[in-house]
């Protein structure tokens, strides 16, 4: 287990999904943003979810996804479906 596994919502295999994407540190996910950070995710795993988009915002935030403001969670699902329609 690495670094990002050990935030919240994140687990090894998402970290696998980061590391992949080459995002390695908090501060890197952080940089980046949790939409970034899920478009690499989705680039190679076609099955990334509103959830891990999610999860990665409430990563950065430091809290687990459905405790994000609904404002957040308003403003992912309206990316995530733009990416989906």
Avoid: P
Wanted: hydrophobic share 40%; aromatic share 8%; charged share 25%.
């Amino acid at each position: 287990m690495g670094e990002l596994a050990k935030l919240v919502n994140i687990g090894v295999v998402i970290e696998e999904q980061l590391n992949s994407a080459g995002i390695t540190t908090y501060d890197q996910l952080k940089e980046l943003g949790s939409k970034e950070a899920w478009l690499k995710i989705r680039a190679i795993d076609s099955s990334a979810c509103l959830h891990r988009l999610c999860a990665l915002e409430g990563a950065i935030q430091g809290v687990k996804k459905s405790l994000l403001s609904q404002e957040s969670k308003a403003d992912l699902q309206d990316f995530y479906r733009f990416f989906n329609s």
